[in-house]
T-cell receptor
Framework: ETGVTQSPTHLIKTRGQQVTLRCSSQ?????VSWYQQALGQGPQFIFQ???????GRGNFPPRFSGLQFPNYSSELNVNALELDDSALYLC?????????????FGPGTRLTVL | RKEVEQDPGPFNVPEGATVAFNCTYS??????FFWYRQDCRKEPKLLMS???SGNEDGRFTAQLNRASQYISLLIRDSKLSDSATYLC????????????FGQGTILTVHP
């Protein structure tokens, strides 16, 4: 069974640029959630995708957007990057019918904004 | 007030020690509760779910008090390999199952 994978591993961007991060969910998992983890903090929920639609959203501005594809993989897009967007971005997947269960995390993409 | 609060530590303990972590949550509608472990620069991994009756997995014991909105994790006979950040995590009961994380408690076990 293949776990959650994310790409790229690391990324350096400058303020104002746009970035796209990618996630492949664990086999059989149809729900993908994205989290932002700043240094020294716990992960914060950005949004969740289910059946190719945004299914819930945390307290993040509209410049954070996403997509989910028919194969359940997902993208996180961030426009107009700010210095505070520097963080570890984690993707997590969960299987069908398990809204209250644990989620399985990928290794993350470490984004640095200069 | 933060939705999930933990003492950030750090906790520095010798091998063999018993250490306890505490966590409180503010949303009384929360449905499920977890402890995740996160090693340095790695992703969080589920350590254990937490049930109202309390549950144990080897050296780890988790307790939940819904009335007090309080969660705990006890680690007995600490090993060097237990050194990590321990994250208290709450599923907020929304239909989509958002996870809310505490700040994390750093544990270092030394020889």
């Amino acid at each position: 069974e293949t776990g959650v994978t994310q790409s790229p591993t690391h990324l350096i961007k400058t303020r104002g640029q746009q970035v796209t991060l990618r996630c492949s969910s664990q086999s059989g998992h149809n729900t993908v959630s994205w989290y932002q983890q700043a240094l020294g903090q716990g992960p914060q929920f950005i949004f969740q995708y289910y059946r190719e639609e945004e299914n819930g959203r945390g307290n993040f501005p509209p410049r954070f957007s996403g997509l989910q594809f028919p194969n359940y993989s997902s993208e996180l897009n961030v426009n107009a990057l700010e210095l505070d967007d520097s963080a570890l971005y984690l993707c997590a997947s969960s299987p069908p019918g398990t809204s209250y269960s644990e989620q399985f995390f990928g290794p993350g993409t470490r984004l640095t904004v200069l | 007030r933060k939705e999930v609060e933990q003492d950030p530590g750090p906790f520095n303990v010798p091998e063999g020690a018993t250490v306890a972590f505490n966590c409180t949550y503010s949303n009384s509608a929360s449905q499920s509760f977890f402890w995740y472990r996160q090693d340095c620069r790695k992703e969080p991994k589920l350590l254990m779910s937490v049930y109202s009756s309390g549950n144990e997995d080897g050296r780890f014991t988790a307790q939940l008090n819904r009335a007090s909105q309080y969660i705990s994790l006890l680690i007995r006979d600490s090993k060097l390999s237990d050194s990590a950040t321990y994250l208290c995590v709450v599923n907020d009961g929304t239909s989509y199952g958002k996870l809310t994380f505490g700040q994390g408690t750093i544990l270092t076990v030394h020889p």
